[in-house]
């Protein structure tokens, strides 16, 4: 009765954290929507934004499950189809987020603003095209190849893509920040290079954030039993598990 209890709070708590993310990302995107900034005032930043959070966590819990995958030989557990399930995710938010791309453009030429033309076009051609074609390429195009069913179920090119998305989606936000740098007056117009403190930040947080996750997987459990134990095949003389991750019946 207990274990009941659990499993509908549980699917409460789940149906909750939906709307919430939603909200969550969606009041984000209003502080740029809402700035009258040219590349910023457009209404299409809440789904935009909602995709492309959907998107990084899925590439970046890709790189870390793979890695726990292979470490601590969680072969039995994790299995090919899950990952398959989240690259066939990662395909459709990939999409999403690459039609917003296209859509900035349609919208800033629909408006009819020189200001919002010019954010756009100097965005693609400007002094940092460079970086808007990397986060273009690491973030619609490399994410195709998971339509060949190989690539999703191969953990190797699966890290591989989820490293690039990683990188686009950092670019992506040095996009809509660093764009700003050629505002409405061509005089304070600058191209910006990192400081040397700039760079050491920088390389500070992925120090802080993979030491923050090696205390999680070394104090806390990386799966957690609840969400196992319903799955568990029964201990069955006559079970025969389907599939070549599947537990077997020693295993359970």
Not at 91 to 109: D, K, Q
Not at 163 to 185: K, Y
């Amino acid at each position: 009765r207990q274990w009941h209890h659990f499993g509908e709070a549980y699917i409460f708590l789940a149906a909750l954290a939906t709307p919430l993310v939603l909200s969550v990302h969606s009041v984000v995107s209003w502080d740029f929507a809402t700035s009258n900034l040219p590349g910023w005032h457009t209404t299409i930043l809440p789904p935009y934004f909602v995709a492309g959070a959907v998107f990084s966590g899925f590439g970046m819990v890709l790189t870390l499950m793979i890695i726990a995958h292979k470490i601590f030989k969680l072969e039995n557990i994790i299995t090919t189809r899950h990952f398959e399930n989240m690259a066939r995710i990662v395909i459709l938010t990939s999409s999403l987020v690459g039609y917003s791309y296209g859509m900035e453009f349609f919208i800033s030429w629909y408006s009819g603003s020189p200001y919002e033309g010019f954010a756009f076009v100097n965005r693609a051609l400007g002094p940092y095209a460079w970086a808007y074609w990397t986060m273009v390429i690491c973030n619609v195009v490399i994410p195709q190849l998971l339509w060949v069913k190989r690539i999703r179920r191969h953990l190797g090119w699966l890290f591989v893509i989820s490293i690039f998305i990683n990188i686009g989606m950092w670019f992506e936000r040095f996009v809509i920040v660093i764009t700003l740098s050629r505002d409405f007056l061509p005089s304070s117009w600058e191209y910006y290079t990192p400081t040397f403190w700039d760079v050491i930040t920088f390389i500070g947080s992925f120090g802080l954030f993979f030491t923050l996750f090696a205390l999680f997987v070394r104090f806390l459990p990386m799966v957690a039993m609840a969400e196992v134990k319903t799955v568990l095949p029964q201990a069955d003389p006559h079970y025969h598990p389907e599939g070549d991750h599947a537990l077997t019946e020693q295993e359970a």
